[in-house]
């Protein structure tokens, strides 16, 4: 009775990661019960969600290592593996909200999220390109682009963009408080980039240290025409949640980001803590720091099985 926060399917967003073939899957080593799908199993995927109670899924996909180059230019193919993914479950589960990705590391040669010139991220180059993937996502069927890049100036550019084409409709999710964080290792993994990554992300994903910074980033996104804000990784930073919530008046989301999901699965499997209660707690905790939303990998499950 006089519980504060509750938890419902309707606050789940699920991620899936997508790759080529007919009836695919492949196991993530350093993310246990977590498989790439391809498009066909992502579609009967988006069916459980749905039927779950699940509002939305955020796709990433696995690009096959011939179509990576130095210019992503596979990032704005409109017959791409995500664009392919999101009309295909579009038209069968088109009650299900679809979120894209908008960043350059899942088409990029050298696994970062904005083009590089002699080591030197090209922040005005990299929103380009970012537009263009935006625009063939769109066309495509995503309901809300969600640029993960953190590039200075994208929101304004792709709202701008989406509007001259006649996607007045489609919303966007700013990851606009991402932070430069080692718990992105297995998300890595999963979706091919790890292993190619030059460099690390720091000059243009935001230092551990700092939460002032994260407000200025959200202001300036949501100033440009965001319509939500998503904060990342979630469990490390939900006093930035906190203060976001408190500040502004919009949708703030959390990502329980790959790592958070992998500490949480693997110390259940070695008997450190009981992995339900653990999940249903870190998902809570979202809630009650002032989340509207969370994208986690636990989210069909806990939408099917673990709420009363
Ligand atoms: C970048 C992107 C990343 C994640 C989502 N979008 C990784 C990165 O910035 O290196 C991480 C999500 C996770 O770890 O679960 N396009």
Redesign the pocket.
């Known amino acids: 009775m006089v519980r504060e926060t509750t938890l419902t399917p309707a606050d789940l967003i699920w991620?899936l990661f997508i790759i080529e073939g007919q009836n695919a899957r492949t196991p993530i080593k350093t993310m246990p019960n977590v498989e790439r799908l391809s498009i066909d199993l992502a579609v009967e995927a988006a069916r459980a969600a749905r039927d779950a109670g699940i509002p939305a899924l955020a796709l990433?996909p696995n690009t096959p290592d011939d179509k990576r180059s130095e210019d992503a230019a596979e990032a704005y193919n409109p017959d791409n593996l995500m664009c392919r993914a999101l009309s295909a479950i579009k038209s069968a589960v088109p009650d299900i909200g679809l979120i894209a990705?908008?960043?350059?590391?899942?088409y990029s040669a050298n696994?970062q999220?904005g083009l590089v010139r002699e080591g030197v991220i090209l922040n005005d180059e990299t929103i380009e390109v970012m537009i263009r993937s935006a625009l063939v996502q769109a066309k495509a069927g995503a309901d809300i682009i969600a640029p993960?890049?953190?590039m200075d100036g994208r929101v304004a550019a792709i709202r701008q963009a989406l509007d001259a084409e006649g996607f007045e409709d489609r919303q966007i999710m700013s990851?606009a408080a991402?932070y430069a964080?080692c718990?992105?290792?297995?998300?890595?993994e999963?979706?091919g980039?790890g292993s190619r990554?030059v460099g690390d992300?720091r000059t243009y994903?935001m230092d551990f240290a700092n939460s002032d910074e994260a407000l200025r980033e959200i202001a300036q996104d949501l100033e440009e025409g965001a319509d939500s804000v998503m904060i990342?990784?979630g469990l490390p930073y939900l006093d930035v949640i906190r203060r976001t919530k408190d500040t502004f008046n919009v949708p703030i989301y959390a990502?329980?980001?790959?790592?958070?999901?992998a500490m949480i699965e693997f110390a259940a499997q070695a008997g450190a803590i009981a992995r339900e209660p653990a999940i249903l707690e870190s998902l809570h905790a979202f809630k009650r720091a002032g989340c509207n939303g969370i994208?986690s990998?636990f989210a069909l499950e806990v939408a099917r099985d673990l709420l009363d």
């Open positions: 991620p990433f990705d908008v960043a350059l590391d899942e696994g999220d993960s890049d953190m990851y991402k964080s718990y992105y290792g297995p998300f890595r999963a979706v980039s990554l992300k994903q990342k990784p990502y329980q980001v790959s790592g958070e999901f994208l990998y």
